[in-house]
């Protein structure tokens, strides 16, 4: 299986400050990568796919980049709704599409 | 609209048996890819099982022999049947799915809001 790697486990941010989110993988994937907002007694929500596509109905200000092994999340403006816990998973090739250990974003 | 909603999610003991629904509108069950996602306490999101439109299934290893995929066209329902249940099982249990148009990525893009299974004597 896909190993997923991500960094930080959790950061402290204010509103408005610029937020970065690593995720690293175990072998190449290419750019099936994706990221989700989690929070809780909430359908979680895809931010970004393929690692640089926006979904649609998601603020501009969720920038995702990368190929390969190395992919990052950037919130460009923290909101005060962007606080929580954000994943990396990747869809390459067959199951499992595994999921990165997640960061959490607290105020 | 795309919307899925969870049930079955309860209270079980090691060894039983369990089966979550996932009522789905805005689309059928039989022309996408479905999909079963859990998140225990304080753990990483975990992939549990897929169908794909045209039938195919497949299982995470940690599920494979004790749970089984299913959907039905009628009730346009995803089920998840839950046997010999764990402590380790303990999750909420989210569907998932992933529209056509991202079927080539495998990118599931609307999800439920889960059903919590507890397994525990």
């Known amino acids: 299986d896909i190993q997923m790697t991500q960094s930080p486990s959790s950061l402290s941010a204010s509103v408005g400050d610029r937020v970065t989110i690593s995720c690293r993988t175990s072998q190449s994937i290419s750019s099936n990568l994706n990221w989700f907002q989690f929070k809780p007694g909430r359908a979680p929500k895809l931010l970004i796919y393929s690692a640089s596509a926006l979904q649609t109905g998601v603020p501009s200000r969720f920038r995702g980049s990368g190929s390969g092994t190395d992919f990052t999340l950037t919130i460009t403006s923290l909101q005060p709704e962007d606080f929580a816990t954000y994943y990396c998973q990747q869809s390459y090739s067959d199951p499992p599409y595994t999921f990165g250990q997640g960061t959490r974003v607290e105020i | 609209e795309v919307q899925l909603v969870e049930s079955g999610g309860g209270l079980v003991q090691p060894g039983g048996s369990l089966r979550l629904s996932c009522e789905v509108s805005g689309f059928t069950v039989t022309s996408n890819y479905l999909s079963w996602v859990r998140q225990a306490p304080g753990k990483r999101p975990e992939w549990v099982s897929v169908?794909?439109?045209?039938?195919?299934?497949y299982y995470a290893d940690s599920v494979k022999g004790r749970f089984t995929i299913s959907r039905d066209a009628a009730k346009n329902t995803l089920y998840l049947q839950m046997n010999s249940l764990r402590v380790d099982d303990t999750a909420i249990y989210y569907c998932?799915?992933?529209?056509?148009?991202?079927?080539?990525?495998?990118?599931?893009?609307?999800w439920g809001q889960g059903t919590m299974v507890t397994v525990s004597s």
């Open positions: 998932a799915y992933c529209p056509r148009s991202k079927v080539l990525v495998k990118v599931f893009d609307v």
């Open positions: 169908i794909y439109s045209g039938g195919n299934r």
